[in-house]
């Protein structure tokens, strides 16, 4: 079994950097890729980034192309999402996502463990 907890969120101004964190426990995570996914009211969730268990990431939104960066720190059992030039269209809640899988996936139903989701806000 795997606990996952994210933090981080916050209410930032557009253009502005936001760093979250995703925190695992109850078995070690270096098995497990980890997607991060956004969602907002009314719409499906979607697939933000993902990061392999080889350590690859893999780009999902592309309006976060070259923005958004992931990384993960299997010793502390985290995996981070790192926002830069924040837009207001990059508001939502923001989930991580574990599962066993050869690579990476963008649909939610490839994932086993999820956290409670974190909110991030970005406004004037």
């Known amino acids: 079994q795997l606990q996952l907890v994210e933090s981080g969120g916050d209410l930032v101004q557009p253009g502005r950097s936001l760093s979250l964190s995703c925190t695992a426990s109850?078995?070690?995570?270096?098995?497990?890729?980890v997607t991060w996914f956004r969602q907002v009211p009314g719409k499906e969730r979607e697939a933000v980034l993902c990061?392999?268990?080889?350590?690859?990431?893999?780009h999902y939104l592309d309006s976060a192309r070259g923005r958004f960066t992931i990384a993960r720190d299997n010793g502390k059992k985290m995996v981070y999402l790192h926002m830069y030039r924040l837009n207001p269209e990059d508001t939502g809640v923001y989930y991580c996502?574990?599962?066993?899988?050869?690579?990476?996936?963008?649909?939610?139903?490839?994932?086993?463990?999820w956290g409670q989701g974190t909110q991030v806000t970005v406004s004037s």
């Open positions: 996502a574990a599962g066993v899988l050869p690579g990476c996936s963008g649909a939610a139903s490839a994932y086993t463990y």
């Open positions: 109850g078995s070690p995570l270096d098995s497990y890729s």
């Open positions: 990061i392999s268990r080889w350590d690859s990431p893999f």
